[in-house]
């Protein structure tokens, strides 16, 4: 079974933080994904990457980066934390491979509040 | 743009009964379809992926693809309350890492 598994399930942080937020996967999957999902706005891509150390844009990157240093590990980083980034945070993977192999495999979710 | 168009509901049918959700899609060149359950709370999970026109079945659900009217959709026979959940819908293009996402419709089975 795919497992993708998230640093935090719940996270508090102050206006102005640095926040990280890890992501690890244990299928070799090429993919990786960043979300945020907000009530009546749906899943939302914040960044994605196709391989170790690319990365590309999503439609919402203001505010965030993102590290891929190992092909397991993908981070978010919220540079300076504000209190319209309180969400909930969906990392996923993929594979690459051809039909239902590239179905995306998300992760638990951080759920994010900054006051 | 690409859209993925959804009835965000919510719908309700009694348990026991035959629910219809469903998907459409702009993209003529999408080629992949899937299917997720996510419980309130929780993260998307994959129940059907489909990538021919006509049906697929497993278990209870039944995933319909008509790529020339481009719809997509999810029957769930015997409704159970444990199918009370959104189901987002996700399309993608051939040669894309990235699908599309409806923004789910919402389901609830009464008792």
């Known amino acids: 079974d795919v497992k993708v598994t998230q640093s935090s399930r719940y996270l508090v942080k102050r206006t102005g933080e640095k926040v990280f937020l890890e992501c690890v996967q244990d299928?070799?999957?090429?993919?990786m994904f960043w979300y945020r999902q907000d009530p009546g706005l749906g899943l939302r891509l914040i960044y994605f990457s196709y391989d170790v150390k690319m990365k590309e844009k999503g439609d919402i990157p203001e505010g965030y980066s993102v590290s891929r240093e190992k092909k397991e590990r993908f981070s978010l980083i919220l540079e300076s934390a504000s209190t319209n980034q309180t969400s909930m945070y969906l990392c996923a993977s993929s594979s690459n491979a051809g039909g239902a192999r590239e179905t995306q495999y998300f992760g638990p979710g951080t759920r994010l509040l900054v006051l | 743009q690409k859209e993925v168009e959804q009835n965000s509901g919510p719908l309700s049918v009694p348990e026991g009964a035959i629910a219809s959700l469903n998907c459409t899609y702009s993209d003529r060149g999408s080629q992949s379809f899937f299917w997720y359950r996510q419980y309130s709370g929780k993260s998307p999970e994959l129940i059907m992926f489909?990538?021919?026109?006509g049906d697929k079945e497993d278990g209870r659900f039944t995933a319909q693809l008509n790529k020339a009217s481009q719809y997509v959709s999810l029957l769930i026979r015997d409704s159970q309350p444990s199918d009370s959940a959104t189901y987002l819908c996700a399309v993608k293009s051939g040669g894309s890492y990235i699908p599309t996402f409806g923004r789910g419709t919402s389901l609830i089975v009464h008792p």
């Open positions: 489909i990538y021919s026109n």
């Open positions: 299928m070799d999957h090429e993919n």
